[in-house]
């Protein structure tokens, strides 16, 4: 991704799916975890800077939410919802449900979390907020496809515990952060983006937001001490662009984008956080 160049932007995005059906495949052939290998390649190259890293989280944003649409419009019509009470599914489900949300998922993340400084509210959160969707429905899709002993009844239930967990986890999720102290906002959609392309990677670009208390709140950027091989290019204000100039005075909530000569040892992030 980051060396071998490609004729074309499309072909980006492509290559990156690609490897993540190569990587499922080759799992799958060594008797491993396709999903797992493909999640955890996800979170390495995640922090990888490559060449239309952008194109290619859009692209993958549209085909996720795309088979996501798919996968529960298949569950909704292989499900016959007739036998859920001839074979008592919607029991089973409930409580493997609530076994799920009460017991296992609160004893696996007690141990994961044990060493994060996190706070007791966070933990709670990341504890409630875990929810089963699409992963589940093609998990029990399988035992189904194998016309495995009791399959039907198996995708049965999974079709409660999922079910359970949209509708109840998802709904209480602004709730339960409340309770825990997690600050949530809803974020505007920002359909219109400003972009330049550049034939070499940018070394030197900084994009920060100026944070409450901070030395660039309410400071003009003339008065700023920025130093002389820093430059304020850019800012946002409310989801505008804002005219730059020294007399131009910043505020909470800004983003300004910073160009700096990268051979330089001055870090202006300091002066934006509190």
Do not use: N
């Not at 036998?83 to 409580?95: K, N, R, S």
């Not at 076994?99 to 706070?119: D, E, F, H, K």
Request: proline fraction near 6%.
């Amino acid at each position: 991704m980051q060396k071998v160049p490609l004729p074309s932007e499309g072909l980006y995005p492509l290559r990156a799916l690609a490897g993540a059906f190569i990587l499922y495949g080759a799992a799958t052939l060594v008797h491993g975890s396709g999903f797992l290998a493909v999640f955890t390649a996800g979170i390495l190259v995640g922090d990888v800077r490559a060449p239309y890293k952008r194109e290619i989280e859009r692209f993958h944003e549209a085909v996720s939410a795309l088979a996501e649409i798919v996968a529960f419009t298949l569950l909704g019509l292989s499900v016959p919802l007739g036998t859920f009470a001839v074979q008592g599914a919607w029991a089973d489900g409930l409580i493997l449900a609530v076994l799920l949300v009460v017991v296992a998922r609160p004893l696996a993340m007690t141990v994961l979390l044990w060493p994060l400084r996190l706070r007791a509210g966070e933990r709670v959160f990341l504890t409630f907020a875990g929810l089963k969707g699409a992963v589940p429905i093609l998990l029990g899709s399988f035992a189904l496809s194998a016309h495995l002993p009791h399959s039907q009844r198996i995708y049965d239930v999974v079709f409660v515990v999922v079910t359970f967990s949209v509708l109840v986890q998802g709904a209480l999720i602004p709730t339960v952060a409340h309770w825990c102290r997690v600050p949530m906002r809803a974020g505007e959609l920002e359909p219109w983006s400003l972009g330049v392309r550049l034939r070499d990677r940018p070394e030197g670009v900084l994009r920060l937001v100026v944070e409450s208390g901070s030395s660039a709140d309410r400071c003009t950027i003339a008065d700023l001490d920025l130093g002389e091989h820093v430059w304020v290019s850019l800012a946002i204000r409310a989801g505008s662009l804002l005219p730059v100039s020294g007399a131009t005075r910043l505020q909470a909530g800004d983003e300004v984008l910073l160009l700096t000569d990268p051979e330089q040892a001055e870090d202006p992030t300091a002066l934006f956080r509190r």
